[in-house]
């Protein structure tokens, strides 16, 4: 008997943003219109083509996908995804990169979307969710493993939730961006070319899974100076001029 599956390889944006309205976290989901996901939300996906690297499809898929082109920098690798059990019909392996926008672009669906949204990123004991108007989505619980996951995708896997494996993918991402909040943040691209620490803190929160008030500006100054460079004032309204900083990784 032929086992044989046809090899497919994708590349999986996890685009992040911030809206600074409600001072949320933001994920960018795209509601399927073709495949095995058709009417499915999940993340950014598209077909790696031959005359491409990786890097340059994800950056192509934001393109499509929102018609916005950015430079390189702003993309990273997340990891590789090859579970044999992802897809059933096919042997499909998945490279997923995390992109920081600093707008909150307009969003138009592009090809392979019925629709394209922001979704503010919001908290659980055990995983993160999304929310847009009624829809609501969550990560892959922090009590189930990846082996166990795969092992029972169908019986895990709601159909009223995400695409395929995507909430395992996201919630490699929000450990990876926890895990290095305290020597790479990269996420803070999300504030823009600069912030102040009390955004800065605001972006903290959601991924330390607390409230702002909780994060002493004080300590926070102490323990995380050292990742920032100061590059101005900005005066707002009322109360003292406020100090602008930027990531000093990217100075």
Not at 18 to 23: D, G, L, S, V
């Amino acid at each position: 008997m032929n086992t044989t599956k046809e090899l497919m390889i994708n590349v999986v944006n996890i685009i992040w943003s911030f809206n600074p309205t409600n001072k949320k976290v933001l994920i960018l989901l795209v509601k399927n219109s073709t495949g095995i996901d058709a009417n499915k939300w999940g993340l950014p996906t598209t077909n790696l083509h031959i005359d491409e690297n990786a890097e340059q499809a994800s950056l192509r898929l934001i393109k499509e996908k929102i018609g916005l082109q950015l430079p390189e920098f702003y993309t990273e690798q997340l990891a590789t995804f090859s579970n044999v059990a992802r897809i059933p019909s096919h042997r499909e392996i998945a490279l997923s990169y995390m992109t920081y926008l600093p707008d909150m672009t307009q969003l138009k669906p592009g090809n392979g979307a019925k629709d394209v949204e922001w979704f503010s990123v919001d908290y659980l004991p055990e995983q993160y969710t999304l929310h847009y108007q009624n829809l609501t989505f969550q990560t892959l619980s922090d009590k189930i493993s990846e082996t166990e996951f795969y092992n029972s995708l169908e019986s895990l896997h709601d159909p009223t939730q995400l695409a395929v494996d995507h909430s395992l993918i996201l919630r490699l991402a929000f450990q990876r961006v926890t895990n290095r909040l305290n020597y790479l943040p990269t996420i803070l691209l999300i504030l823009g070319t600069s912030f102040t620490l009390k955004q800065a803190r605001e972006v903290y929160a959601t991924f330390w899974k607390e409230p702002i008030s909780n994060i002493d500006n004080s300590n926070f100054r102490k323990t995380h100076n050292h990742l920032f460079c100061e590059v101005g004032m900005v005066h707002e309204k009322s109360g003292r001029p406020a100090k602008l900083y930027k990531l000093a990784a990217f100075s």
